[in-house]
């Protein structure tokens, strides 16, 4: 796979390492500022949303998630402010990050943590939450229609440019109806979970098939994208179980094992994962395994048995621990200098 390929926050080589020292204008880390950071808003407020389902069953306190939101919160205000700085001053840099064949689809990790935030602070704020919900479920449908429709007409996006990250723009409608019953619209809900559902029946073939027959693999530093796989089946279990209030429904059942699937088969692949570099590509991990931790929590509560409550404290713990990993690799990298850099 040729270099174009890595998206745009892979952790710089030392070429890269080596134009960031150069003086350059103040501004000029803007030019390089990767749109797919908002996946660090997913993964906190996905892990928020992880640990206030274990705090509704009781087994563990509400604080744990509250905190989690706020911090979330903050992260996505910060990036917000850096994003739309990046469009102000380095309009260019940002409109063809946008039209970038592989970074095209982590726009969506943009509106996606908006609706994830949505359902974290339905609760906490349900005002804000129920615009916030509004913005993100509409925003994610036009994002849907743009990117597929790019796809459809760009003759430059080829077979092998697909990777995982494809689940995002598309798949990422079922994340929509998480908090509809609370702050937004049922009926809204169930159009974007049949869009999410749909493409994602679609996608999938066409996904394992490039990672299974495909000629040229999956560059290493885009294997971590390899989890995105796991966040589908997830979601769309809490998002069943939030539109039709069934907690033990046959569908439920279905797409918990088609997680465990994807989880084990991620698990699997561990010494491979373990030689990939350090990037953004990262954070794909997290916000995955904090839906898989969530949909584990929600089936534990619907079947008490002891095999389920102890799959989804396993989950738990593992997604924090992943979460706070990559939070701490990606804070090292910044004060290194590793993000913003040319590729």
Known sequence: MTRPLVVAADIASPAANAVDARPRPAD??????????????????????????????????????????????????????????KWAVRPAAALNEARHPIKMPFLSTITIAVLVLATAGSELMPVAAQAMWWIGAIGQLALTIGIVSAWFSRPEIVPTMVTPAWFIPVVGNIVT????????????????????????????????????LAETPLPLKLTPTLAIAIAPPAVALLSWQSLTGEGDAPATRVLFGAMLAFLALLLAQVRLLRNVPFGM????????????????????????YSAYTALAWALLVLSSTVVAAVGALTLRAAVRREICVPE
């Open 28 to 85: 000029g880390w803007l030019a390089h500022l990767p749109v797919s950071l908002f996946a660090s808003v997913m993964g906190i407020g996905g892990l928020s949303l992880a640990w206030r389902r274990a705090a509704a069953t009781q087994l563990a306190p509400e604080w744990i998630g509250q905190a989690l939101f706020w911090f979330a919160l903050a992260v996505f205000v910060a990036l917000v402010a850096l994003y739309a700085a």
């Open 177 to 212: 109806p998480l908090a509809a019953r609370a702050v937004g619209s049922l009926e809204f809900a169930w159009l974007a979970f049949g869009v999410g559902i749909t493409f994602w029946v679609g996608l999938l073939p066409l996904v394992l098939q490039r990672l299974l």
């Open 281 to 304: 590509p990262y954070w794909a991990y997290t916000f995955p395994l904090a839906a898989a931790a969530a949909a584990s929590v929600a089936v534990a509560a619907a079947r008490p």
